[in-house]
C-alpha cells in the first residue's frame, strides 16, 4: 500500500528530495511546506503504512527512528528544543500513509496544537 506512495518513491530515489540524513533504515528530507523553520520529515525505509499498521517485529525500527529524529534535531541546531508528530490515519491528518515524523523546531510551540 505505502510501497506506491511519495514517500516510498523518495525512499527508493525515483523523486529526488532535499535529504538531510539517511542509513539503512531510514531517510530525513525537508518538508515542501514547512510549518516551522526546521520541518524535516523522517521516514522508514520499509513501508509501513500507518502507525498502528506497525508490528511487534517493528520494534527496534520505531526506536531507531526516535533516536534519530533527536540527532537530526540535534544536528539542525535544534536539539534542546522541537517536536515530533506523527500523523495516524486520515481522521488525524496523515494525507500519506507511508508512516513518517514531522521533526518541527524553531520558532514557539503552543500547547494544545491544533
Request: hydrophobic residues 40%; negative net charge; proline residues 8%.
Amino acid at each position: 500500500m505505502s510501497e506506491d506512495t511519495i514517500f516510498g518513491k523518495i525512499a527508493r530515489g525515483e523523486l529526488p528530495a532535499n535529504i538531510v540524513y539517511e542509513d539503512d533504515l531510514c531517510l530525513a528530507f525537508r518538508d515542501l511546506y514547512p510549518a516551522a523553520p526546521m520541518h524535516i520529515l523522517l521516514i522508514p525505509r520499509k513501508p509501513i503504512p500507518r502507525l498502528c499498521d506497525s508490528a511487534p517485529d517493528d520494534q527496534a525500527l520505531l526506536g531507531h527512528l526516535m533516536l534519530t529524529a533527536s540527532k537530526i534535531a540535534a544536528q539542525e541546531g535544534f536539539g534542546e528544543a522541537y517536536r515530533l508528530v506523527v500523523n495516524n490515519g486520515e481522521g488525524a491528518g496523515q494525507s500519506v500513509f507511508h508512516l513518517h515524523l514531522h521533526i518541527i523546531g524553531g520558532r514557539s510551540l503552543k500547547w494544545p496544537p491544533g
